[in-house]
């Protein structure tokens, strides 16, 4: 991509590093310098300065947080209900132990689907199983059989339910499973129980994998039988599912406009705007594309074993990992599919000049923070430097060591590495590396935004949306000019550069 004459940007180089290599070793000494010498220890693990010719970020990952440290993790039952199973519309998702949980976890994610709630849709519905103490006391077995009956009576048009286990189920063993068994015969429905107790894992990742694997053992096998029966529904050589995309602010319907356009048939995205029906014919597709690597390569790579499906990890972040992943996907199928991805790619070629003219030379040469979970720590760093800006600093609430492997091909030499970091170090990299922009979780936001910082929540896009895809980036782009140059700024400083205001 070039970009016109009056916007040319000037990216962080290789060769220049965006931090100062010494001196940002020094300042994770520094940082650790506050713990006691077994928590710095353990810490010192996790934070690292990227150097350019290493293959990793040089930080352990996926190991369990420091006790007493102010951690963004979440747990299993997060990572499946949350992430995973939540967005599937057309079924029921019981949050099974005490109200608490499910309430906290009710709507937290804009994962916009098309339905009527409670009627075919019930993304955005609560459901609980509202442990009492009787209920640990003699199990909670029975209640779940009839919760699940009724709510069949209440919602005929729901398609199937899943049980998502909170950590007083593991503890005193309800058999979940012969619940899912009995009910699903009673309802006739599918009847999914997924034993992700909260307390499974170091955090929400063990969720995603225990989520797989209950697709892999109580949906799949309905493909399985289907294709024994002759009743799969007949495909083409261009059928394709989205996997791992939860159609935040609608990305997913972004991503699917440009597969369709490239010529490519989406017969299943799942879990944003997902159905039960696409789960189970997914299997007969002739290639998975896989956005969030993190949550979903378990059952992707199960995919390639048992059925001989190709996966592929796809960018639709910003025009340059747009056109790049367009191409890397048409490579996949014929020239036909081929010559379209370029015409696509050359179609959006004026909105996009026309973006990074009017954006760029006012978000030129600006940092950034980052520190999200998924996929975004590494995934939406090529929109920033599209328009011109400086990865300072990166990291993963819940990433394991392949994702900091691949989140190399995308920052830069000096970029500061931190992994499941404290609210603490978070904060003392931010007041000495002083970036422009914060972009992390809503626990993170109004934090930096009382220190003065622009921020943007880039777990949900901080109601805005879609980023993905070439509208998402126009939308992207603008979201991080109103952070940064809105003229609030100028009423208040940052703690390293206060402006007096008139009273």
């Known amino acids: 991509m070039t970009p016109p004459e009056s916007a040319t940007l000037t990216p962080p180089t290789a060769t220049t590093p965006v931090n100062d290599i010494p001196e940002t070793k020094a300042l994770i000494k520094e940082v650790l310098e506050a713990y006691p010498d077994k928590a710095k220890k353990k810490r010192e693990k996790h934070l690292n300065v990227f150097e350019e010719g290493k293959s990793d970020c040089g930080v352990k990952s996926n190991i369990k947080s420091v006790p007493g440290s102010m951690t963004t993790r979440g747990c299993a039952y997060a990572g499946s209900k949350g992430v995973v199973w939540g967005p599937i519309k057309d079924m029921i998702h019981i949050s099974h132990g005490p109200v608490g949980c499910g309430y906290y976890s009710w709507s937290g994610r804009r994962n916009y689907y098309i339905g009527t709630t409670g009627i075919d849709s019930f993304g955005t519905m609560q459901f609980t199983s509202d442990f009492q103490e009787r209920d640990i006391v003699f199990g909670g077995d029975k209640k779940l059989l009839k919760l699940i009956t009724e709510l069949d009576e209440l919602f005929p048009l729901n398609r199937g339910v899943s049980i998502q286990s909170e950590c007083p189920i593991g503890l005193i063993g309800d058999d979940i499973e012969a619940v899912a068994k009995k009910a699903a015969k009673e309802i006739g429905k599918t009847v999914v129980p997924v034993r992700c107790e909260g307390f499974r894992g170091v955090s929400q990742s063990l969720g995603h994998h225990i989520a797989n694997d209950a697709v892999r053992d109580w949906v799949f096998p309905q493909f399985d039988k ?15 599912a989205i996997i791992g995309d939860y159609n935040i602010g609608g990305d997913a319907w972004s ?27 997914t299997p007969s597709v002739k290639l998975n594309l896989v956005h969030c690597y993190r949550s979903m390569n378990y059952i992707s790579r199960h995919m390639e074993e048992a059925y001989g499906i190709p996966w592929l990890e796809y960018n639709f972040f910003g025009p340059t990992q747009i056109a790049a992943s367009l191409r890397e996907i048409a490579s996949k199928f014929d020239e036909t599919i081929q010559a379209k991805a370029e015409e696509v790619i050359a ?20 940092t950034v923070a980052l520190m999200v979970g998924g996929l975004r720590p590494r995934h939406v760093v090529p929109a920033f430097h599209d328009l ?10 819940f990433g394991h060591n392949d994702d900091y492997k691949r989140t190399t091909h995308y920052i830069e030499n000096g970029t500061l590495i931190y992994d499941d970091v404290s609210a603490y170090e978070f904060e003392a990299f931010v007041k000495e590396l002083k970036p422009d922009l914060i972009a992390s979780g809503i626990k993170e936001k109004y ?43 100028s009423l208040i ?11």
């Open 388 to 397: 011109g800006m400086k990865l300072v600093g990166t990291g993963y609430e």
């Open 493 to 503: 400083g940052t703690p390293w550069n206060k402006v007096e205001v008139a009273a």
């Open 226 to 240: 289907k294709k024994k029966q002759g009743d799969v529904p007949e495909g083409t050589p261009y059928d394709v």
């Open 255 to 281: 991503s699917r406009i440009l597969l369709e356009e490239i010529g490519l048939r989406v017969v299943a995205q799942w879990s944003g705007d997902g159905t039960l029906t696409e789960m189970i014919n």
């Open 447 to 489: 934090v930096f935004q009382k220190m003065a910082l622009p921020f943007r929540q880039m777990h949900s896009w901080d109601y805005s949306g879609p980023y993905h895809g070439y509208d998402g980036f126009a939308i992207f782009a603008r979201d991080m000019d109103l952070a940064l140059n809105s003229p609030t700024w």
């Open 347 to 366: 179609k959006y070629q004026a909105q996009t000049d026309a973006v990074i003219a009017k954006y760029g030379p006012r978000l030129t040469g600006k």
